[in-house]
């Protein structure tokens, strides 16, 4: 079992920069795979970027050059940074990890980029 809480979501203006945080608690040390997902209204849940235990990333096309996956160990966190901001950006982001065989989701935190 592993907990995830995501913070850092809000409104922010076109161009604008938001870091999302998701702390881990539980059985980290079994975690294989954590990473950001999104949904907009009305839309599928898409990858955003991942981290393996690692430390490959991925990203989705989208994002590519403007948002930044990152992780500090000690405090069992992972980060997203996320750069010049478009009002396409806008969605519900979910934390995620993959313990095999199971996904575990956070609660999600609201990003909005206002134009």
């Known amino acids: 079992q592993v907990q995830l809480v995501e913070s850092g979501g809000g409104l922010v203006q076109v161009g604008g920069s938001l870091r999302l945080s998701c702390a881990a608690s539980?059985?980290?040390?079994?975690?294989?795979?954590m990473g950001w997902y999104r949904q907009a209204p009305g839309k599928q849940r898409e990858l955003v970027a991942t981290?393996?235990?690692?430390?490959?990333?991925a990203y989705a096309d989208s994002v590519k050059g403007r948002f930044t996956i990152s992780r500090d160990n000690a405090k069992n966190t992972v980060y997203l940074q996320m750069n010049s901001l478009k009002p396409e950006d806008t969605a519900v982001y979910y934390c995620?990890?993959?313990?095999?065989?199971?996904?575990?989701w956070g609660q999600g935190t609201q990003v909005t980029v206002s134009s």
């Open positions: 981290m393996t235990s690692g430390g490959s990333t």
């Open positions: 995620h990890a993959f313990i095999r065989p199971n996904n575990y």
């Open positions: 539980g059985s980290i040390f079994r975690i294989v795979v």
